[in-house]
């Protein structure tokens, strides 16, 4: 059981680290579609400026955090 | 012919990384507890992790139409990919220690020495454990690439090609690969696969990318620069 859950919690883990980040990147993806779809390629570059942006953001806070602990 | 090399090159380094963290489980148990059971449950592990891949792999080709394929792949990837360099990004920075095979190694070693006097077939448990586990994300790279690419046969010679040059490399200096750059090679892996994500998730939205494949490279150049910006955020003194 324990070697389930771990595979489990491996395969979880594979796409999220954290929850807010995976929610945030899938909710930029999800704004990203509508966009694309009326606007076309300004709103492609401004959903990849997003991605990346929010990298930095989840780095600094995490850096953050753990820097309290 | 340039999106099949670059499958295979993706597919290649994700699962070297990968593989190196298997190889160092198998030769604490081999070399702790003797060979045969080890390279039994390493064996094992590889069966299960090929099946994954055949049945898996065939079940999203055949059944998924291509847009939301790649949308879905595409984002999942994506989340991969941000996970692995959001983790290079800390390690570069000094906020979390590197990865160190010859730390992973003697922590593996001493937790045998606990469990040696339990029955013979720990050794098998231990290997097939660690080499499914960790094999599990080079399932994940193998299908994702090879997939949404229409490449499992580039992302599959990529994934063996770099099992077997990592088994070969370990079967010669028997003890842990502590030299191969694992972090940059994650760093590496991390902004490639972030760049393939991002990619075939638009295409997957439909969008239409200016010089088609080519602009992954614009992608992984954006999101390289976005990680050192991070980095010289919040870089500290590298930790031991």
Do not use: C
């Not at chain 2, 097939?128 to 586990?133: E, R, T």
């Not at chain 2, 997939?147 to 490399?169: E, K, N, R, S, T």
């Not at chain 2, 994650?186 to 439909?206: D, H, N, P, Q, R």
Request: charged share 10%.
């Amino acid at each position: 059981m324990s070697f389930l859950r771990s595979a489990a919690r491996r395969v979880v883990g594979l796409v999220v680290g954290d929850w807010l980040q995976s929610a945030v990147v899938v909710f930029i993806l999800a704004a990203g579609w509508l966009a694309v779809s009326r606007f076309g390629g300004p709103a492609l570059v401004i959903m990849v400026v997003l991605l990346a942006g929010q990298l930095v953001w989840f780095a600094r806070a995490d850096a953050v955090r753990q820097s309290r602990l | 012919m340039g999106q099949q090399i670059f499958i295979f090159g993706a597919a290649f380094l994700g699962s070297a990384v990968e593989s190196t963290e298997a190889l160092t489980i198998v030769l604490a148990v081999g070399l702790t507890r003797g060979w045969r059971d080890p390279l039994m449950g390493a064996a094992a592990a590889l069966l299960t992790l090929a099946v994954l891949v055949v049945a898996f792999g065939q079940l999203l080709v055949t059944t998924v139409p291509e847009s939301a394929l790649k949308l879905v792949v595409g984002t999942l990837l994506l989340l991969f990919g941000l996970r692995w360099l959001h983790r290079a990004v800390l390690r570069s920075a000094g906020v979390v220690a590197m990865h160190d095979e010859d730390h992973a190694y003697r922590q593996a070693v001493s937790q045998l020495g606990q469990a040696a006097a339990t029955r013979d077939w720990v050794g098998f448990v231990l290997a097939f454990k660690g080499v499914f586990l960790e094999g599990l994300e080079v399932v994940f790279i193998v299908i994702a690439v090879g997939g949404a690419g229409h490449g499992f046969p580039a992302a599959i010679a990529g994934g063996l090609v770099a099992m077997v040059v990592i088994a070969a490399a370990g079967l010669l200096v028997r003890k842990p690969l502590a030299r191969v750059p694992e972090n940059t090679l994650k760093y590496g892996v991390g902004v490639i696969l972030t760049s393939l994500g991002t990619f075939w998730a638009a295409e997957g939205m439909g969008a239409a990318w200016p010089l088609d494949f080519v602009s992954i490279l614009g992608l992984a150049a954006i999101y390289f620069l976005a990680s050192r910006l991070a980095i010289a955020l919040i870089r500290r003194p590298a930790l031991a």
